[in-house]
T-cell receptor
Framework: SQKIEQNSEALNIQEGKTATLTCNYT??????LQWYRQDPGRGPVFLLL?????KEKRKERLKVTFDTTLKQSLFHITASQPADSATYLC???????????FGRGTSLIVHP | NAGVTQTPKFQVLKTGQSMTLQCAQD?????MYWYRQDPGMGLRLIYY???????DKGEVPNGYNVSRLNKREFSLRLESAAPSQTSVYFC?????????????FGDGTRLSIL
């Protein structure tokens, strides 16, 4: 069966460090992978999209990698800040479907 | 610019009651979606509308109906609420049947069914 796996345990890091979140998938061949941020009591907010033929994408302090061989995406936040504390969701989009399937999300807590 | 607006924000129902959740977007998006989010389950697609006049079932449609009233509005109806439908419901919109477009979410309706 198709699965999207994100670490259910919260990631705790110190301010200024790089946070790395993982999204693994099985039995998918996604054309695109998206990352969203969700704050408590709010809806998800789109952050970044990476295509299957792209290895890496950057936006300010954010970096996403996409390894279709390992079936894994890594989401990095450099110089993390307490304001980065949130739940981060990955979403896969299989080519032609245009509707992403979401992972359960990983909570990030950045300590001052 | 409001984006995606959902009403109400909170609601408590008794088992068997009916209710309609409202969603409106002001981004001129073609596609709209209804998700539910439960602890440990992530976002699950209930119904979607690829364009005005069309609706399709998602992963968990049982117990729900939808109406795409016009391009802006997409409502979700619970005809006979059950405790298993206690959840947070999110509406989202997107540019449409084009891959690689992000979804824009509302802030959810928190629904409790007693």
């Amino acid at each position: 069966s198709q699965k999207i796996e994100q670490n259910s345990e919260a990631l705790n890091i110190q301010e200024g460090k790089t946070a790395t979140l993982t999204c693994n998938y099985t039995n998918y061949s996604p054309a695109y992978l998206q990352w969203y941020r969700q704050d408590p009591g709010r809806g998800p907010v789109f952050l970044l999209l990476i295509r299957e033929n792209e290895k890496e994408k950057r936006k300010e302090r954010l970096k996403v990698t996409f390894d279709t061989t390992l079936k894994q995406s890594l989401f990095h936040i450099t110089a993390s800040q307490p304001a980065d504390s949130a739940t981060y969701l990955c979403a896969l989009e299989v080519g032609g479907s245009y509707i992403p399937t979401f992972g359960r999300g990983t909570s990030l807590i950045v300590h001052p | 610019n409001a984006g995606v607006t959902q009403t109400p924000k909170f609601q408590v129902l008794k088992t068997g009651q009916s209710m309609t959740l409202q969603c409106a977007q002001d981004m001129n998006h073609n596609s709209m979606y209804w998700y539910r989010q439960d602890p440990g389950m992530g976002l699950r697609l209930i119904y979607y509308s690829a364009s005005e006049g069309t609706t399709d079932k998602g992963e968990v449609p049982n117990g729900y109906n939808v109406s795409r009233l016009n391009k802006r509005e997409f409502s979700l109806r619970l005809e006979s609420a059950a405790p298993s439908q206690t959840s947070v419901y999110f509406c989202a919109s997107g540019k449409g049947t084009i891959s690689n477009q992000p979804q824009h979410f509302g802030d959810g309706t928190r629904l409790s069914i007693l």
